[in-house]
T-cell receptor, first 114, second 112 residues
């Protein structure tokens, strides 16, 4: 009964490869996010979708392409992986109640680019 | 991009001690949140603050929304070993489709 799940948990790949990370939430939330956490543990938002539509797109290389097939899923595809893409990627979903938004994070995908 | 500054960067304390950490920003936020990240896991929301000056408790945790709306504080009383982790503050300017800006994190280690 995991609320926000991500696959895979670990991903080791060569530079130049293309890879995808998947995220699913069973909370019925309308909004989903992708965050990147670097080696110093800094957490930065990358993208946000609401009801399958992109609403936040931070300054992220266009090698990163999010896709939301439905509001319960937000996948992240990365083309031509680079060494600097190595990080932990967190998916999150949120709901707003009484004007207050609460975000719930997934367990993370640890990406290592060699 | 903007990040919130947290201090201290890390703390190593004895079980039973009280802990204080803070988070400061150069700009105003309308919502302050405190998250904890256990090793190998995603951040989990601990406390949310929505009004300047608000003081909110969650068990042994107490957080305050600074009156200037540019800072927040988190206190943990009578620490236990399972308090180990990284504590992040996060600010949000408005609700609804507004991104969270995260702090730099405070690593807490608790010695039994």
């Amino acid at each position: 009964d995991t609320a926000v799940s991500q696959t895979p948990k670990y991903l080791v790949t060569q530079m130049g490869n293309d890879k995808s990370i998947k995220c699913e939430q069973n909370l019925g939330h309308d909004t989903m996010y992708w965050y990147k956490q670097d080696s110093k543990k800094f957490l930065k938002i990358m993208f946000s979708y609401n009801n399958k539509e992109l609403i936040i797109n931070e300054t992220v290389p266009n090698r990163f392409s999010p896709k939301s097939p439905d509001k319960a899923h937000l996948n992240l595809h990365i083309n031509s992986l680079e060494l600097g893409d190595s990080a932990v990627y967190f998916c999150a979903s949120s709901h707003t109640s009484g004007g207050v938004e609460t975000q719930y994070f997934g367990p993370g995908t640890r990406l290592l680019v060699l | 991009g903007q990040q919130l500054n947290q201090s201290p960067q890390s703390m190593f304390i004895q079980e039973g001690e009280d802990v204080s950490m803070n988070c400061t920003s150069s700009s105003i936020f309308n919502t302050w949140l405190w998250y904890k990240q256990d090793p190998g896991e995603g951040p989990v929301l601990l406390i949310a603050l929505y009004k300047a000056g608000e003081l909110t408790s969650n068990g042994r945790l107490t957080a305050q929304f600074g009156i200037t709306r540019k800072d927040s504080f988190l206190n943990i009383s009578a620490s236990i070993p399972s308090d180990v982790g990284i504590y992040f503050c996060a600010g949000q300017r408005n609700t609804g489709f507004q991104k969270l800006v995260f702090g730099t994190g405070t690593r807490l280690l608790v010695s039994p």
